[in-house]
């Protein structure tokens, strides 16, 4: 039983990285179902268990305490994971919780039931976990750490007005290659496309075309993209970047993938249908400013090296996120927002040793 109005204990399990995990459901708020290629279920074993299964339901999340949450004395930390990712795999296996350990904080982490989840149902989960780790460590304020797309759900918790904010209750945020000024990856290279319409874990994003053309002949591909009903987030997080960055014209049928229309190899409704379909929800998020008190920090990577994936070379970038994204932020709000640049990848930026040393160090900044 819970002493949070609103949350509902679910189960608790045992894990290899953590001294357990809890699996919380969230009665306070109203979710829609969201439905589940094979490629967005939850396929590590831990992870099902947790939940209990391998479609969670959308109100469900996963709180996971560090080893020593109870035996450390410093501060209260909330680890939040991105697209694709689970709390086991980015932070627990070694990485950045027993980094943050040893310098004496207590850790936690939010695992989501769906790996491209609509990112207020995120932020609203983010909200539950910062309530439940402040209770369970007796602490006033917490630090969240969030990459990539769970860096815009932490955002969404610390800024004025949202419904499930956590005013008072964040003293800092730091993201690790957050769009915060989203991104157009899947538009500005539709050769991923074939790559992308697998339905397996390794091709785990949208596509950009709703029909394909293949084997010689043309191939319905709606449920696989961005327009279909399976990738919520990655509508939300579009932003066309091509008057900063222009596409490379030799990739296939770019300009129409972009624009919407039937090329020689794709048919695409165009970016800014997808955007519509997020509810344009970039320039929204700029309208928001963070809570007064929260202290945040934006580092973005400039390295785009990251071994077996296709990578970004239309500006600097981590790989997959413009470092420009990364690092865009409004300018009032918060106690002061503040941008680090860092030589690494979209991956190496969670747990390369010199992050490790870094992340922790930048709690106290």
């Known amino acids: ?177 957050t769009p915060h000024g989203g991104m157009d990856f899947i538009f500005r290279h539709p050769q991923l496309n074939s790559f992308f319409m697998l339905d397996n874990p390794l091709a785990c994003a949208p596509m950009s075309w709703d029909r394909i053309f293949t084997g010689g002949k043309w191939r319905d591909t709606l449920a696989l993209s961005v327009y279909g009903e399976y990738f919520p987030m990655q509508r939300q997080l579009l932003h066309d970047w091509r008057d900063k960055f222009p596409a490379n014209s030799s990739e296939p049928d770019v300009e129409i993938t972009y624009g919407g229309g039937q090329g020689a190899a794709g048919h695409s409704q165009g970016i800014k249908k997808a955007m519509e379909l997020g509810g344009n929800f970039i320039a929204e998020l700029h309208s928001r400013v963070f809570d007064a008190g929260v202290a945040v920090t934006l580092v973005g990577g400039k390295r785009n090296d990251m071994e077996g994936c296709s990578v970004e070379t239309d500006g600097v970038s981590d790989g997959l996120v413009f470092l420009e994204s990364a690092c865009a932020a409004p300018e009032t709000g918060g106690a002061g927002v503040r941008t680090v640049t860092v030589d690494e990848n979209h991956l190496s930026i969670t747990c390369s040793p010199a992050m490790l040393e870094l992340i922790p160090s930048l709690i106290d900044r």
């Not at 609103?6 to 459901?25: A, P, T």
């Not at 992870?47 to 501060?75: Q, V």
């Not at 309530?131 to 969404?156: C, E, N, Q």
Request: with cysteine; hydrophobic share 40%.
């Open 1 to 177: 039983m819970s002493i949070i109005t609103g949350l509902e204990s679910v189960r608790s399990i045992s894990s290899k990285y953590w001294e357990r995990i809890e699996c919380w459901r969230d009665a306070a708020h109203v979710f829609v179902q969201e439905k589940y290629l094979d490629k967005t279920r939850q396929s590590e074993p831990e992870i099902a268990a947790g939940f209990g299964s391998r479609t969670p339901e959308t109100s469900s999340f996963l709180l996971h305490y560090g080893k020593r949450w109870k035996t450390n004395a410093g501060k209260t930390v909330i680890l939040v994971h991105g697209a694709t990712d689970n709390a086991n795999r980015v932070w627990g296996r070694g990485g950045l919780a027993d980094a943050l350990e040893r310098s004496g904080c207590r850790v936690f982490a939010v695992t989501f039931p769906h790996k491209h989840g609509n990112l207020f149902y995120e932020a609203a989960h983010v909200a539950s976990a910062v309530k439940l780790a402040r209770a369970a460590a007796g602490a006033d304020r917490v630090a969240l750490i969030a990459h990539s797309a769970g860096g815009i759900a932490a955002r969404l918790c610390v800024c004025a007005g949202a419904g499930y904010s956590c005013a008072g209750m964040v003293e800092r945020l730091i993201t690790l290659a």
